[in-house]
Every structure is written in structure tokens, then in C-alpha cells.
């Protein structure tokens, strides 16, 4: 006689509760960070209080060495991984010195890169830079030195690329969309409207899509 079949459920043993730990993560059932989590933030914590400066000198050191950082940058890691303000201050202002950290510098060849690769005109990359922490009249130094000339001549360029790949549409449609695209690149009224038109004309006399009596003169656009 066969032994009595019963009811199978769903296993819940030692198996079972081991892939559900694995599943919650680095954290224990209670949620508390792992052993060797927590050990990592405490000799972390230990280093920060035993001598807060050479922690601090780790910690910017291995920052810089990854990307380039502005002081601002720097204070607020150096502040989320609990290294006293005097203490942060005494080492950015050492490496200030040897000319690790320098927002001038920083800004300068932010803005060349941000110009020169992607086009960005000054506004766009004044606001980068704030969002970096860097004080406001070394964006505004860094960016002086993008002349209107400099800016009217990448907009132009913008332009006419973009342009040549909308040519079928209608040209007020064009101009419409050449402007927000510009001006979405940080460029103001004045450079967005000679920019435009002078894309549209250049494009009207190479006979690239219908014109239909279009006049770039025409377009309108609010100036600075």
C-alpha cells in the first residue's frame, strides 16, 4: 500500500531564507549596513577624527586625480564625508596655493570646452558653472572672453548644420525651431535672430528647399 500523499507547499528552510537574505542586499534583516560596511565607515570616522586634515588631503587628492574639481565642489564632499569646516578650509586653502584647486582656471577651460565641443553659448555656460560652485564673478570673467563675434559665428554654424537637416519643411517652421534650438544652447535674442536669418538666407541662395517668397529680414525675434 502506498504511503499517503500529502499536500506539497513551497519550501521555507534554511534554502529558502538564505536567497531571501541575499535578495535584501548589503543589509541585514533589520536594516542595518553589513559588517564590512560598517567597518567601513568607521575607520573612516576614526581617520576623519584621529587627524581630520590628512583625511581630508586623502580625500581631495583622490577626487582630483578622477576629474577636475572647484573649490566649491571639494568643500561639499569633503563636508558629506564629516571632515570639520576649519579643517576643510586649512587643506583647500594649501592646495589653493600649489595651485591644485583654482576656479579660475577651472572656469577658463570649462568654458572653452563647453564653447569650442558643444556649442554652448555664454548663458548656458554661466549657469554650469554656478551649478559647480564656482562664484559668480569668475564666471563672469571666464565667460567675457567669449566675444559677441566668437558667439554670432558658432550660433551661425549651429544654425546652418541644423537647418540643412529640416530644408523640406516650411521656412517659418525652420525659423521657429532654429530659435528654440539656439537658445536652448544658451545664446541670447540678439545672437538667435542674426543667427537665424543669416542660416535662412544662406540657405535661400544655395536653394536649399522651397522658399515660397519667404524673407529672412522679416523674421522677428526680441532682442537683448
Known amino acids: 500500500m502506498s504511503a499517503r500523499r500529502g499536500r506539497r507547499y513551497p519550501a521555507r528552510g ?111 555656460i554661466a549657469f554650469e558653472l554656478r551649478r559647480r560652485s564656482v562664484p559668480d564673478e569668475v564666471v563672469q570673467e571666464a565667460v567675457s572672453a567669449l566675444d559677441a563675434d566668437q558667439e554670432r559665428a558658432t550660433a551661425f554654424r549651429l544654425a546652418r548644420e541644423r537647418q540643412a537637416r529640416m530644408a523640406s519643411l516650411p521656412r517659418e517652421v525652420q525659423a521657429r525651431r532654429l530659435a528654440g534650438f539656439l537658445a536652448r544652447k544658451g545664446y541670447g535674442g540678439d545672437v538667435v535672430g542674426a543667427a537665424v536669418r543669416e542660416a535662412l538666407a544662406a540657405a535661400q541662395e544655395t536653394g536649399a528647399g522651397e522658399a515660397g517668397g519667404f524673407d529672412p529680414d522679416e523674421l522677428d525675434f526680441a532682442e537683448d
Open 14 to 124: 534554511r534554502a529558502a531564507e538564505t536567497a531571501a537574505a541575499g535578495a535584501a542586499g548589503p543589509e541585514d534583516a533589520a536594516g542595518d549596513p553589513a559588517p564590512g560596511e560598517r567597518a567601513g565607515r568607521g575607520s573612516a570616522a576614526a581617520a576623519a577624527a584621529q587627524d581630520p586634515e590628512a583625511y581630508a588631503r586623502g580625500l581631495v587628492l583622490d577626487a582630483l586625480a578622477r576629474s577636475a574639481r572647484t573649490r566649491g565642489q571639494l568643500a561639499a564632499l569633503l563636508a558629506r564625508k564629516g571632515v570639520d569646516e576649519e579643517s576643510a578650509e586649512a587643506v583647500l586653502d594649501r592646495y589653493a596655493e600649489l595651485g591644485l584647486v583654482d576656479d579660475t582656471a577651472y572656469a577658463e577651460a570649462f568654458t572653452r570646452s563647453r564653447h569650442e565641443h558643444k556649442g554652448l553659448g555664454s548663458r548656458a
